[in-house]
């Protein structure tokens, strides 16, 4: 297989979803007015309904265009191609609903609409997540190559070349290192890498001699200053170049710029849930599933809260102090699983294995998490949602804030019943640090897809923790 050009990808990207919203066009004409499912008055002229289908194509393109959909994907997730299209489609709709105002074509069927709508979004996902998946079996069989040259066998060049070794499905192969210490590096290196090609010096003769896409400069702060000279060589010759920041240790997993005062700023810690939109979509979809969540348990509910009753005397509901929502404290319910106590101890101990204060039916609800079912409560009231990192104790999180690195990152979010440490297994008695690094991982990636994906993992999974004393 040839490597293929960006812009012809671009086009026949551009070609194809054109003809998808045609086909679904006479699809949704089919189904509305000729297939015998719906009920119909005497439908418009097919030439009618085809004219703004054309139209309606044109603006989808256009604004696809405008809005970079159309832009090179080879290291973008399918995810981001999920929103930007529901995104292209809503805002076609409303341009083509105000062109079908302003020529009073109102006979047009809603219905047909509807159908026509949802089946552009469904089919123009469903092939570019076909395509998307058959470019990365090509590239994993090493098709469609794209060939990279790192400045910089430190640090830096030696750790994207191991990240970029483990995304073979990327489609990115590294010809080699240009750095001044090439005399120097061990001879093992290329054994373990790629050679040393060169100095950064001979970057221009390299670049003439070799079909080398793209530049990544990993060289450390002190060589900045080599860094015009290196943009503007790969530039000359029409070579992208990409600069890992020798800080970027300190940089979220997907950083993005700002700008300010028309100055270019990286933002240190970009999370998706700032943007109001992304923080009302989840919040609707938090309130829905905790009503039904505790529509689907009320059995269960009123069985657990009969069975605190009966095992031992006090309250059905526990309440605990945690820290939620940008370091605010809210009150946790749960479930009661131990006998009952003083607030103090129980917000300054660990439970351990076989912890005397707690109830034998208590230990079931822990075992099977049935305890914290209540916390459904929580995220209708707003102090948590369904997925996000775990809510801990303020007495915790003063020690494990000076003791874990990032660890207090975590409240940029609400907190959650589930989360994407605890469906990977990190749940009771397991590292803190490793938690953390998940919960950031979260935090920075967050989508309604990987929300669902998160409760369906922690379905899966099961809800028995051998780690929950």
């Given at each position: 297989m040839l490597r293929k050009n960006q812009r012809f990808l671009t086009q026949l990207y551009i070609l194809a979803d054109f003809v998808v919203i045609q086909v679904i066009f006479l699809f949704a004409y089919w189904m509305k007015f000729q297939s015998g499912f719906m009920e119909h008055e005497?439908?418009?002229?097919?030439?009618?309904?085809?004219?703004?289908?054309?139209?309606?194509?044109?603006?989808?393109?256009?604004?696809?265009?405008?809005?970079?959909?159309?832009?090179?994907?080879?290291?973008?997730?399918?995810?981001?191609?999920?929103?930007?299209?529901?995104?292209?489609?809503?805002?076609?709709?409303?341009?083509?609903?105000?062109?079908?105002?302003?020529?009073?074509?109102?006979?047009?069927?809603?219905?047909?609409?509807?159908?026509?709508?949802?089946?552009?979004?469904?089919?123009?996902?469903?092939?570019?997540?076909?395509?998307?998946?058959?470019?990365?079996?090509?590239?994993?069989?090493?098709?469609?190559?794209?060939?990279?040259?790192?400045?910089?066998?430190?640090?830096?060049?030696?750790?994207?070349?191991?990240?970029?070794?483990?995304?073979?499905?990327?489609?990115?192969?590294?010809?080699?290192?240009?750095?001044?210490?090439?005399?120097?590096?061990?001879?093992?290196?290329?054994?373990?890498?790629?050679?040393?090609?060169?100095?950064?010096?001979d970057l221009e003769q390299i670049i003439e001699q070799r079909l080398v896409d793209e530049v990544i400069i990993a060289l450390p702060l002190e060589a900045h200053h080599r860094f015009p000279h290196i943009i503007n060589t790969c530039e000359k010759a029409g070579v992208r170049t990409l600069i890992i920041p020798d800080f970027f240790d300190y940089l979220p997993a997907r950083p993005t710029f700002d700008n300010f005062a028309g100055m270019p700023l990286i933002n240190v810690r970009d999370i998706p849930l700032d943007l109001m939109s992304n923080r009302i979509l989840k919040r609707a979809f938090d309130i829905a599933f905790a009503l039904f969540a505790i529509i689907l348990t009320s059995p269960v509910l009123i069985l657990a809260a009969i069975g605190i009753k009966l095992t031992s005397p006090g309250p059905i509901i526990f309440k605990q102090e945690r820290v939620g929502l940008n370091r605010r404290n809210f009150m946790m319910f749960k479930f009661r699983s131990m006998r009952v106590q003083s607030q103090g101890s129980s917000d300054t101990q660990w439970t351990t294995e076989n912890d005397p204060r707690k109830t034998k039916f208590g230990s079931f609800l822990r075992k099977t998490s049935l305890d914290e079912l209540p916390q459904f409560f929580n995220v209708l009231l707003g102090h948590m949602s369904i997925v996000g990192p775990r809510p801990e104790r303020p007495f915790f999180v003063d020690q494990f804030k000076e003791e874990i690195p990032k660890y207090m990152v975590k409240h940029h979010v609400r907190p959650g019943i589930t989360g994407w440490a605890q469906s990977n297994g990190l749940r009771g008695d397991t590292s803190i640090e490793e938690r953390i690094r998940y919960d950031i991982f979260y935090i920075e990636n967050w989508s309604i897809l990987f929300d669902v994906k998160i409760i369906w993992k922690t379905v899966i999974n099961g809800f028995i923790n051998k780690n929950a004393y």
């Open positions: 005497s439908p418009l002229p097919l030439v009618e309904y085809s004219k703004w289908s054309l139209i309606y194509g044109g603006i989808a393109v256009a604004i696809g265009m405008m809005s970079s959909f159309y832009s090179p994907k080879r290291k973008k997730r399918f995810v981001d191609d999920f929103w930007r299209v529901i995104q292209v489609h809503l805002i076609s709709l409303f341009v083509l609903l105000s062109l079908l105002f302003y020529f009073k074509a109102v006979h047009i069927s809603r219905e047909y609409l509807a159908i026509y709508m949802i089946g552009n979004v469904i089919v123009i996902l469903t092939y570019r997540f076909a395509v998307k998946k058959g470019l990365r079996h090509f590239r994993e069989k090493g098709f469609n190559k794209q060939f990279v040259l790192i400045l910089g066998a430190g640090t830096l060049g030696k750790r994207f070349y191991r990240n970029l070794k483990q995304h073979p499905e990327m489609g990115y192969e590294v010809l080699g290192f240009l750095d001044d210490q090439g005399d120097e590096i061990d001879e093992q290196f290329a054994i373990k890498y790629k050679p040393v090609l060169g100095s950064i010096d």
